[in-house]
């Protein structure tokens, strides 16, 4: 009932909050911790008397201003955990703000594991699944495609639960963050599995020849591109029986290849090459030989998350598989005509078609080409040259990665964009969990 509930966690204030990268800055009016979804109601109606607009935001991990909040920003740390399991048939509930890396050892006790996962586990599940987060391999779809049930507050304080026969579960789960606040969400999981890694330098251009065979024929198959070099970096993940034999990096490697060389190593010479542009090709070929050589079998989480503390920006775009060789070789070309130096490397994946109506990868198979650019560099010019190049192949932008298009633009690639605005208007009448972004991509 409205009213009915206090709030255990507020702070009050127009302190600044940043995402991850630093790319985004918001002052809120509020910050609301909600720990229960009773809570989050409190939250929605409180907001619905002053008159102000919510937000809620997880790990702030979206390079988009998707999570900007300029009226009362919920913070999810206080809805974290395993709400209930049932190990018969694989699924779980989960409370929103539960971090990624927190759900393996929620899952273990019931011999289950989340189905694929991307290379970060710093987000939140409610963001991850909001945003249309992925992973790679052709057999598995985006993080979203193992939501089987999903429970959100809408705009008028009412709490909604969208079940696996709801059809408006496809709208609902990639969300934007435009329907309400998600408090709670139901996943099908697999069973337990380990996964046999192989990373490894091969030649670029043998790489692109051979990238869509296999992607067909391994189970989880990623590539980086250091610009400047002919060198791709492949990592190749085979699924493997839980109780199989488990060889994983030892301590040493871990703290040499991951943390010395990956973050600390290349965190100096990213600072390095944005005082000094001229050096950056040299920089990039010896952070190609040095990136990938090695392989191990581990449990799948440890095998598919890596760390990243080298912050940095990001716009990443969907294209068709078959697209990808010819993406990647028009990038290289406009590389080498604008004379970017560009010290971050390219990722490309696949996934397989879903029937999420916001999805980058709705009803095709897709490949995905991610840019980056270090921290402290500006990326517009380059992230807009991608665009073009992305756009011309048919591309959709990662909702929570950086991109400039408009609803006209987004209208024209998604199929259901119609469907999902009516169940908005239906959740969220006034536009309580309206921003900038949201204006942007969905229109009034």
Known sequence: MKGAHTLRGLTRGRSAWHNWSGSVTARPVRVDRPWSQDEVVSVIHRAREQGLRVKAVGAGHSFSPIAHAPGVQVDLTGLTGLVAADATRGQVTLRAGTPLHAIPALLAPHGLAMANLGDIDRQTISGAVSTGTHGTGLGHGGLATQVVGLSLVDGTGQLRTFTQEDPELRGAVIGLGALGVVTEVTLQCV???????????????????????????????????????????????????????????????????????????YAATCRVGAQ?????????????????????????????????????????????????????????????????????????????????????????????????????????????????????????????????????????????????????????????????????????
């Open 191 to 265: 069973g337990a599995f380990a996964l046999h890694a192989v990373e490894r330098p091969e030649p670029l251009e043998h790489v692109l020849e051979t990238f869509v065979e296999r992607c067909q024929s391994e189970d989880h198959l990623e590539f980086y591109w250091f610009p400047h070099t002919g060198t791709a970096s492949t990592k190749t993940n085979t699924r493997l029986p839980a109780d199989s034999p488990l060889a994983p990096l030892s301590r040493r490697q871990r703290v040499l290849d991951d943390e010395l060389l990956a973050n600390g190593a």
């Open 276 to 444: 000094l542009p001229f050096i950056v090709p040299t920089l990039n070929r010896v952070a190609a030989s040095l990136y990938g050589d090695r392989s191990f079998t581990d449990r799948s989480d440890r095998v598919f998350a890596t760390s990243r503390r080298v912050r940095f920006h990001e716009t990443e775009w969907a294209v068709e598989l078959e697209a990808v060789p010819t993406v990647q070789r028009e990038i290289e070309a406009m590389i080498r005509r604008h004379d970017f130096r560009v010290s971050f490397p390219l990722e490309f994946r696949a996934a397989a078609p879903d029937d999420l109506w916001l999805s980058t990868a709705h009803e095709r198979t897709t490949g995905y080409v991610a840019a980056h650019r270090f921290a402290r560099e500006d990326p517009t010019e380059y992230f807009r040259a991608v665009r073009d190049i992305a756009l011309a192949h048919g591309g959709r932008p990662h909702w929570g990665k950086m991109h400039d298009l408009d609803h006209a633009s987004l209208a024209a690639r998604y199929r259901r964009m119609d469907d999902f605005l009516q169940l908005r208007d239906r959740l969220d009448p006034d536009r309580l969990f309206g921003n900038d972004y949201l204006t942007r991509v969905l229109g009034a």
